[in-house]
Each structure stands twice: as C-alpha cells, then as structure tokens.
C-alpha cells in the first residue's frame, strides 16, 4: 500500500522527540478545538481578512454575540430569534460566524438551526475530518491542553486504536466527545495517514475514519452496553458493493438477546431507559461521522438525530439514532469501488474506519 514509506518517515521523526514526565493537575477541560479549526478556515480568508461564509444558518433564540468562543468573554452585538446567520467555521461546540459590521463573532452550535451549505462544493456540516490513524505504544494520557502537566482527561492502555484530528508541535489532536484532548507523540507506535484523496488510494487503503469514546466502568448496564457495541461493529464490518444500499437496522438489527445484544441504557427523547441493544447508536453515530468524510462517494439516504441536544459522544448534529422504523441510517455506495468497514472497540475507543475494497 502507498504512504508506508512516509509512515515510517513519520515514526522516526516522533522517536526523535524528548521523553516528557507526566504530572496531573486540577485544570478544567474547556477546549473545543477552537485554535485548530480556527487555523483550518482562515486560510481562506480574503485580503481584508474577511473569511470565505461555507454555511447560514437561523437562530433558534435570541443570542449574543461573543467575542471568543467563551460564555463569559465580551459581547459585541446581539441576534433575534431566526436571525439569519452566516458561518465560516465551527468547533465541537461553538459556530464561527462572520457580520460585515461586527467581523468575527461566535455563538453556541447547538442555538443554530437550518444549517446548510452556501454551494455544492462545500463540504457537509459538522465534518471533522480525521487525518491519521494512531496505535498507541503504551498506556497513553488523553490530555485536556498540549502541555505534560496538562489534566488527564482518560488514559489509553497499549494497543489501543485511534482516528486524530491533526498533529501540531509533537500532539495529536483528539476529538473526545465535544471537547478536544491532546496525546504525546511519543506514546504513539504507529502512526498512518488517512488518503487524501480516494482515486489515488489503493485497495486496503484508509480512506476516512472517526472515533468515539465511551465509559468502561464494569457495572452491569455498562458491561451490557460495551457488549453491543462490540456486537453492532461486528455486524457492520464488511464489504459493500458499488451501488448497494446499506440500512443499519436491516444490518446490524434487530436488537435482541438472540442476536447477541444485552440489556444496557437506551436513549429516546433525551430520556434514558433499559433495553436490549443499547449501545448501537453509539456504533451508527460512528460510522455516520466517518461516511460525512466522503461526500462524493458515499451518499446519506436517511439520517436522525436523538434530539435537539443530541448524543453527547459525539460534536452537536452529527449523531445517528438507530433502532425503530423512524431512527435509522440508511446510505448507498456510490463510489466506483467496494468499501470495507474496519471497526474496534477496545479500551474505552470505538474506531471505525472506510477501507477502499474489500476485505
């Protein structure tokens, strides 16, 4: 396969890298990626520093403007209720947003509705599109800012499986629920880009991926729904054809103790009830994050969020809820080519990744 050789270039380069000491404070987890995404979509900006508007938007209530993606920074102005909204950017919790008389200004993702993009060549809202997949070498600290002495958000046994975001000054850059957290490089052993660009990729190659995370507390719900999860990917992970229609309850349903599932938490209305399958959102929400990545070739027939506020594993508005007749995703390949899904649950990390072929 093609990047092997820039993977192993990669590799060298992090083993380079000084051994840090580890330390553990109180600091609160507040980063949602601002910075990254910041960087990413300024780069189009124009010559008066005006950025190129990807999406509008109108707001659900009346809101004010911030001046940092911060509840408590300043105010510089404020919306009505369905005031149309035009954005540039977001993070896992704020929309960057642009007025011709304020400049920039931020308010929160989950106060936004109708989002939609200004043409066809933007990408679909709420991407977040993972570069590499990382192994880690040894128990690995998931950290709330990129410094040793940073909070431990979770910590990542050996072997572990993870899609990141990007890598920036010797970290890897994690989307972990709707927070960002931060992994030393040096804990890394494996470290494979995803193909930029599928046409060029070859069979077997990782053309998208994502990862969600979830609790491995041993009680007994908790034990059920990790069983699910592990469950619901095995049924998933296969080859789809060009042209085949995929539907996640057809797939990896129904949810019952015959098929292997065990009775864990479900959420329905933003309510948490017992039953069989809970769990398998959590795998369909996945996998709909990774199919966001591949817009041209993998086409969303049906889709439903859990609710407003959506499932908290994963960035406001891009959760997928499965399990009865009006919850459930539907997509077709329509690439020229067979896709895989490649798909681990282990450790607390739910990896899903679109192969290009088949297994």
């Not at 095995?234 to 539907?247: M, V």
């Not at 949810?255 to 009830?273: D, E, H, Q, W």
């Not at 086409?299 to 439903?304: D, E, F, G, V, W």
Request: charged content about 20%.
């Amino acid at each position: 396969m093609r990047y092997h050789s820039y993977a192993v270039l990669l590799m060298i380069m992090l083993l380079l890298l000084p051994v840090h000491a580890w330390a553990d404070n109180e600091v609160t987890v507040k980063d949602t990626g601002w910075a990254v995404c910041l960087e990413d979509v300024m780069v189009n900006a124009d010559a008066n520093g005006k950025p190129r508007i990807l999406y509008t938007g109108r707001t659900s209530i009346g809101l004010t403007m911030r001046s940092l993606p911060d509840k408590d920074s300043a105010a510089v102005g404020g919306l009505k209720e369905r005031a149309r909204v035009n954005i540039f950017g977001f993070d896992q919790h704020w929309l960057f947003c642009w007025d011709d008389d304020v400049g920039v200004y931020y308010i929160g993702r989950h106060n936004v509705v109708e989002i939609e993009p200004v043409n066809g060549n933007t990408w679909p809202y709420g991407v977040i599109q993972n570069r590499f997949i990382a192994i880690t070498a040894q128990d690995a600290p998931l950290r709330a800012e990129p410094t040793a002495d940073a909070e431990i958000i979770e910590t990542y046994p050996a072997d572990t499986r993870i899609s990141l975001w990007h890598v920036v000054d010797g970290w890897a850059v994690i989307p972990y629920k709707r927070v960002v957290g931060y992994m030393y490089v040096g804990d890394i052993k494996e470290l494979t880009p995803i193909s930029p660009d599928v046409d060029y990729a070859d069979d077997g190659d990782i053309i998208a991926a994502f990862t969600t995370f979830y609790s491995t507390e041993e009680s007994e719900l908790n034990s059920g729904r990790m069983v699910n999860l592990k469950v619901g990917c095995n049924y998933i992970s296969k080859t789809y054809q060009p042209g085949e229609a995929f539907d996640f309850n057809k797939t990896a349903g129904p949810y019952r103790k015959s098929r292997g599932y065990m009775p864990s938490p479900v959420l329905i209305n933003g309510s948490t009830v017992a039953g069989y399958g809970g769990g398998t959102c959590q795998v369909s929400t996945t996998l709909y994050n990774a199919l966001l990545q591949l817009p041209d070739g993998m086409t969303i027939l049906y889709r439903r969020p859990h609710g407003p506020s959506g499932a908290k594993y994963a960035p406001h508005g891009v959760d997928a809820a499965v399990g009865a007749d009006t919850l459930n995703l539907e997509f077709r390949n329509d690439f020229d080519f067979p896709v895989y899904f490649d798909c681990t649950v282990q450790n607390g990390a739910l990896c899903i990744c679109i192969r290009k072929g088949s297994l």
